[in-house]
């Protein structure tokens, strides 16, 4: 396969300290649907997803519930996978930061950067976040009450000194300025790209990936004289340190395909093809990251895809504030389909949004219950009813066909530039004109023409619903990687079997499906019709946050 044949898609991992909100796996929501895009497309998809579980932060509260840190994440990472589980979430990996093979990568990343002469040693003296590290005073918020972390204004900074590894990032800026210039869409969207080029102009600082006195992470594999920091039993001296958690984390990336350890799969998969990441840890991502690449002589991500935030009446969504929903709450209220579709039609994948529990509600009623699943289950019905269940077949000319052309060129180039709320409104369009055909061609009217005897009536009947069917088919098999369990049931009841598997791999090429009368010569019989997505009458209470 060429490397166009293949196609890596990560998330950011998400910090286990607590267990996840929708925030929280909004992006990862969003890639799983770009992942499921490209396996129908019939690209070798690799998805990685996962937790990012070292912390002083993390070991402090396990501590006060007397437990180890490891058996504290532990816990977290259940109701992470069960939380994604339930919005059938379909990685190809769940890498945990405590996995052994992640912790090899972190070492040889470490080497590299040393051999490469990007590390030195020094006097580190600063404030320190305990859920994010390090933070330079432009990075943080003062007011009455002190200085505060902006993405954990309820975490208590503290002050420390200490003598630490460094990472020579200031030797990297005109690499990266340049590398910038020569790739000027790596990061997206532009308006996030333009900030980090105005950060790396106002000059870069050296970072630390080591501290000291904290025994939960990953051992820093060299001493200060540079040489191995492992003892004879194969453990690890405690005097050397710890990696940095940021360092630790990033490498991810290249843990999830192969690195060290094997070669010709990471040859295979690296260079990412996107990294999905939140506004703010934007930074990490395309300054310390790529300059770390650049270290240890590895090829940058092809692209950066930087998302905002959801806004709860204006403002961000927290665990610590305690003003975000619930996924498995939110699923039980929508359904895993529906609370997919309604997360990244109502968030702009590419800047904040403001949200609320309503404006859900009122998304899954309008697109879901009373569009989509009224246009599948009239059409079903009517077919059922006027022809003895046998599907019709589309016509190659008229308005729906017209329609899709443009529809379906609409979806693929806002999906393909990652615009994933505006590819889904594009579809939605095309609902709303096969639902406005029924109105204006009244199939009921037809068939009683026909029941009449006016065969002209007939054939104009027999038209308008293989119109339907295909149109209905068409959206399902689109729509397939936002509602992946009620695309197949609408499938079915259509008359068509689904050839994917649950996690969108296997059958044919999508694009090839995606082509109006794909199927026309087939012959076949619609079943029951049965509601894809029941409307809410009453719509549920906010689902609880916490």
């Known amino acids: 396969m060429s490397p ?63 437990k180890t840190p490891k058996e504290f994440v532990d816990e977290m990472v259940v109701l992470f996978r069960a939380a994604e589980n339930a919005l059938l979430i379909s990685p190809d990996r ?37 859920n994010e590290g390090f933070k330079a005073p432009s990075d943080l918020i003062q007011d009455a009450s002190g200085m505060h972390c902006p993405n954990h204004p309820h975490a208590t900074l503290q002050w420390l000194t200490e003598r630490n590894w460094f990472f020579r990032l200031s030797a990297y800026q005109e690499r990266l300025e340049r590398y910038y210039a020569e790739n000027p869409n790596w990061v997206q969207p532009e308006y996030r790209k333009n ?53 630790d984390a990033l490498t991810n990336y290249v843990t999830g395909v192969g690195f060290p350890a094997d070669p010709d799969r990471f040859e295979r998969f690296w ?18 990251w790529p300059a770390m690449l650049m270290s240890a002589g590895l090829a940058l991500p092809r692209e950066v895809w930087v998302h905002g935030h959801l806004l709860l009446q204006g403002e961000r969504m927290s665990k610590s504030l305690g003003n975000f929903l619930d996924p498995i709450d939110v699923v039980g209220s929508l ?21 609320s529990w309503d404006s859900f509600v009122r998304r899954y009623n309008a697109d879901l219950a009373n569009d989509f699943g009224n246009l599948v289950n009239r059409t079903v019905s009517m077919t059922n009813r006027y022809f003895e269940g046998v599907r019709q077949e589309p016509g190659p000319g008229g308005v729906l066909a017209a329609a899709w052309e443009t ?18 409104a594009a579809l939605w369009e095309f609902v709303g004109a096969a639902n406005k055909q029924v109105e204006t061609e009244q199939p009921w009217t037809l068939a009683k023409a026909m029941k009449a005897g006016d065969a002209e009536a007939e054939a104009r009947l027999r038209a308008v619903l293989g119109d339907l069917v295909e149109a209905c088919r068409l959206v399902a098999l689109a729509a397939a990687p936002f509602i992946p369990t009620a695309a ?11 050839p994917y598997g649950a996690d969108g791999n296997g059958g044919p090429a999508l694009l090839d499906e995606l082509r109006w009368g794909a199927h026309a010569a087939e012959a076949g019989r619609v079943t029951i ?11 549920p209470t906010t689902p609880a946050a916490g």
């Open 4 to 66: 166009a044949d293949r196609y890596y898609v990560t998330t950011a991992i998400a910090y286990a300290n607590n267990k996840p909100g929708l925030h929280t796996l909004y992006e990862v929501i969003g890639a799983d649907a770009i992942a499921r895009w490209h396996r129908m497309k019939g690209d070798e998809t690799y998805f990685l997803t996962g937790t990012d579980e070292y912390s002083v932060n993390i070991a402090t509260t396990a501590e006060k519930l007397g």
């Open 94 to 130: 769940f890498i945990r930061t405590t996995d052994p093979d992640h912790v090899a990568a972190v070492h040889e990343m470490i080497r590299r950067a040393y051999a490469s002469g990007d590390l030195r040693h020094g006097t580190y003296e600063g404030w320190y976040c305990p």
């Open 195 to 247: 900030e980090m080029l105005s950060f790396i102009r106002s000059g870069l600082e050296d970072f630390s990936v080591s501290r000291e006195g904290a025994p939960w992470g990953i051992p820093f594999p060299i001493r200060e004289d540079g040489s191995s920091s492992q003892l004879p039993d194969g453990s690890w001296d405690p005097a050397a340190g710890t990696v940095y958690v940021w360092f």
């Open 271 to 288: 260079p990412a093809d996107l990294h999905v990441i939140g506004k703010d840890i934007n930074r990490l991502h395309t300054i310390m």
């Open 335 to 355: 359904g895993a389909d529906g609370a997919r579709y309604v997360t990244l039609r109502e968030v702009a994948f590419d800047r904040d949004t403001d949200v």
């Open 407 to 424: 529809a379906a060129a609409a979806y693929r180039q806002k999906f393909d530039c990652l615009l994933l709320h505006e590819a889904l």
């Open 488 to 498: 197949p049931r609408a499938l079915t009841q259509l008359g068509y079997e689904y």
């Open 529 to 539: 019709a049965e509601p894809l997505f029941p409307r809410l009458e009453s719509e």
